[in-house]
């Protein structure tokens, strides 16, 4: 009997869950649809930005310039978002790059790609022998 309450709640809450997603997908939708409109710069599904030109809802096209006077025409899903031109979609981090390792020797050999000078490379052939 406590199985099957457990199992039954279980199931309620991904419904619900499930429910909410779709209703907060379809707002966000419907907000992306309103953002779309002649003018409006916008990144493609493939990482192309350009401006939109037009929306063509029968052929389900939209017309994008990504250059000037270079007119692309695509499937109206590729259009991803509209970019905001006050945010920078580009995050900008510096890193510090660190003095590189020597890299390590094998049994005394040189690691593959690893410069020797001539005195060490006749060192260890003298040696070997």
């Known amino acids: ?18 429910f909410y997603n779709s209703r907060k997908r379809k707002k966000q939708q419907a907000e992306l649809v309103d953002k779309m409109v ?3 710069k916008v990144m493609l599904s493939f ?12 052929k389900v096209t939209a017309d994008v310039e990504i250059a000037p006077g270079t007119i692309v025409t695509v499937h109206r899903q590729t259009l991803s978002r509209v970019v905001d031109d006050s945010a920078s979609d580009i995050e900008t981090t510096t ?14 050999e040189p690691v593959y790609g ?3 000078d001539e005195t060490d490379a006749t060192k260890r052939s003298k040696s070997d022998d």
Do not use: C, H, K, W
């Open 1 to 18: 009997m406590g199985q099957e309450v457990i199992l039954i709640v279980i199931v309620v809450a991904f419904a619900a869950f499930m």
């Open 38 to 40: 002649p003018g409006a």
């Open 47 to 58: 990482g192309l930005y350009g401006t939109l030109l037009s929306v063509n809802d029968e």
């Open 95 to 108: 890193t510090t790059e660190a003095e590189p390792t020597p890299l390590a020797e094998l049994n005394g």
């Open 114 to 116: 690893e410069r020797v």
